[in-house]
Nanobody, 125 residues
């Protein structure tokens, strides 16, 4: 399984970002629960948002709640929309995936099997 993120780059304070992530596998029938994490310079990786494979259940962390939206295109693609960005949102954003048959989403990094390489988001003041 490969996980690939896209959509990072420079953003001005107060702006928005929309990240995309796609999981690909030889078995096209696989369904993935997916999530986003981020790691700022000098800080530990933190959970941002997660969604069940069908997008029916989603969750954004308290640190971004109110300006975060996670959504699904299909069972292997997920989007992260964040608004009102500040320099504190500067980080490498990682997409994570795990094969899943239930409607669960996961907020712990250890619950995910597959990770992308990360996409950089830089919010300028």
């Amino acid at each position: 399984v490969q996980v690939v993120e896209s959509g990072g780059g420079p953003v001005q304070t107060g702006g928005s970002l929309r990240l995309s992530c796609a999981a690909s596998a030889e078995d096209s029938l696989l369904k993935f629960a997916m999530g986003w994490f981020r790691q700022a310079p000098g800080k530990e990786r933190e959970f941002v948002a997660a969604a069940s494979w069908n997008g029916l259940f989603t969750y954004c962390s308290d640190s971004v709640k109110g300006r975060c939206a996670i959504s699904r295109k299909d069972k292997a693609t997920v989007f992260l929309q964040m608004d009102k960005l500040t320099p504190e949102d500067t980080a490498v954003y990682y997409c994570a995936a795990r094969t899943e048959h239930t409607d669960y989403y996961y907020i712990r990094a250890d619950d995910y099997y597959y990770w992308g390489q990360g996409t950089h988001v830089f919010v300028s003041s």
